[in-house]
């Protein structure tokens, strides 16, 4: 067990069994949550406990294995090495209205979407939820930067990690560590209908982000394996249901593939698909992946793609691409660094 993966009540049980006062749990759970690495640092607990803490619970928290800065628009790429030698990345966006953390929710994702390169040696593990908390903890510590914002856009897929994650929002969420209101994260699916429609239910303010990538299954088969499971029909369903569920709009995610996915009959179909339904496209020029013979939209028809949703009165923002000098996209970092060492 990791205390940074409890909640108050729970870190409050656990002092409580270890004959302490009531007021200790919230102590110790500040401490935790400002990303120390030692209880020597918890300088108002005393001497006691801080060692009967250590022998117990040992503090966990990731080395950093790499770190690359973008020269260009400063945002920073962490790879991050677990205790178990497991690696993921991290990365620190600088946006006007905050800075932002894209977090990876697994080692490795099962998904095994065609353009991704997280998904290249399969799933590994789930990551635990303070393993997501260190994440956001240790990214602000190290860069001296605040986080006001985070997406669960890293590597891994948030909804097949779904219990973990739903703690670490609450983790990051609460008045006692981060305080980040759920309104400032964003959490992005392949697809998991099942699961967005469990999400609905918890109606929390978070951004649901749908990597939609197709405007129908023909395309959407071949280049997402999870259409196969839940069909687009099902999920544009699921999304109907849970912006009825929450009243948010639905964030849908697209990366424009040449000759795939990018024409203006495909902007046409989707606009037909997604009558009624509130939503927000942001358009992603795809990342090359050395793997994948899949080449990046020209900005010609990214542009007129956006231009034929616009008029349609479906908002749509190009994603600027940013950290694009230090392989900042989608477990690049990590796999370049197990191919350097041997370990894929
Ligand atoms: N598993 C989740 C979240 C992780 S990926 C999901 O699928 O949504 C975050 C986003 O980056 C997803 O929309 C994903 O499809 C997209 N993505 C992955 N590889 C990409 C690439 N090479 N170029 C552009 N976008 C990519």
Redesign the pocket.
Known sequence: MNLKSLTLPELGAVLKEMGQPSFRAKQVYIWLHKGVRSYDEMTNLPKNLRDALAKTYPIHAPKVVRKQESQRDGTIKYLWELSDGNCVETVLMRYHYGNTVCISTEVG?R?G?A????TLGGLVRRLEPFEMLDQVLFTQVDSGLPISHIV???I???LDNFDNVMRFLELVNSEEGMNISLRHVSL???GLVPKIDELAKRKLQLTL?V?L?APNDEVRNQIMPVNKAYPSEELLAACRRYYDETRRRISF?Y?MIDGVNDSVADARELIRRLKGLPAHFNL?P????EESPLKPSSKAAVAAFQKTLEEAGIPATVRRTLGGDIDA??GQLRRKYNRENQKD
Do not use: D, K
């Not at 795809?286 to 992946?289: D, F, T």
């Open positions: 994702c998904m979407c353009f991704c390169a997280s669960l856009m890293g891994g897929e948030p992005s699916t392949c982000s990597s990538h995610e990366a992603i795809l990342n090359h992946v996209s989608c």
